[in-house]
């Protein structure tokens, strides 16, 4: 069966497995790009790769309306008990973990994660996951790092990888990321959500599709893939 993948804008996806919806990096309320609101958003477990307001998000009030499991590395886990928050399950950067859906696991990512309120995050993540046959790499915030060549050695089907530069990779990083991880397929993200992150999303795909053998996606926010 196919999984079902839809961009809510910057680092935000929801991953519809026909059994649960894994919402990743719900930053809606004060996103001006996101499509969906944060009282209507469906969610059975929330991913958060690090601490930054445009991560974190709307993850408290999401969790508290749906009941959703919140995954997410120790010292955030930690600040989400501090909020309230009653389900949550922490992992860390190598550890992989089993639920009902499937695997993900938690890969390294070169960027920060204090938290809103300046409290200490951990290191930032991302993910790595394992459904229905499915690997799917969400590489969330970070700079480009050679171990990504690791990452890809798994087979990757479809890797998301942040272009805005500034905060991120920028496009000429991200096309190497592309280069050592291989995916079939990549879609762009962490980009055009801020003045300081302005890229052009179809310049970057002419590229990749040039020089590597992936397909790239450029989703509009609200867009959904197959996979
Ligand atoms: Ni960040
Ligand atoms: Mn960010």
């Known amino acids: 069966m196919a999984l079902k993948i839809t961009w809510y804008s ?5 991953i519809d497995t026909g059994d649960s919806n894994l919402l990743i990096d719900p930053f ?8 969906v609101q944060s009282d209507s958003v469906e969610a059975d477990y929330i991913l958060v790769s690090h601490g930054h ?3 974190v998000g709307d993850t408290v009030p999401i969790a508290k309306r749906t009941g959703a499991t919140v995954i997410t590395n120790f010292e955030i886990q930690n600040w989400f008990v501090g909020q309230g928050l009653e389900n949550v399950h922490p992992q860390h ?9 499937g695997r993900v696991k938690l890969t390294i990512a070169h960027h920060g994660s204090a938290l809103p ?3 200490y995050g951990g290191n930032p993540c991302g ?4 459904i229905q ?3 799917i790499y969400h590489a969330c915030d970070t700079g480009l790092f050679g171990d990504m060549k690791l990452i890809g050695e798994e087979g990757i089907d479809l890797a998301i990888l942040p272009i805005g530069d500034n905060f991120t990779m920028g496009p000429d990083d991200a096309l190497r990321a592309v280069k050592l991880i291989e ?45």
């Open 28 to 35: 809606l309320t004060d996103n001006p790009l996101a499509p």
């Open 133 to 135: 046959g499915k690997k």
């Open 93 to 101: 950067i190598g550890g992989g973990f089993d639920y009902p859906w």
């Open 183 to 227: 995916p079939a397929r990549v879609v762009p993200i962490h980009y055009n959500t801020f003045d300081v992150i302005q890229q052009d999303p179809d310049a970057w795909a002419r590229r990749v599709e040039k020089e590597t053998a992936a397909r790239v996606t450029v989703m509009q926010p609200g867009d959904s893939i197959e996979i």
């Open 10 to 14: 910057h680092a935000c996806f929801l």
């Open 117 to 119: 309120d300046g409290s």
């Open 53 to 55: 307001g445009d991560h």
């Open 127 to 130: 993910f790595l996951f394992y």
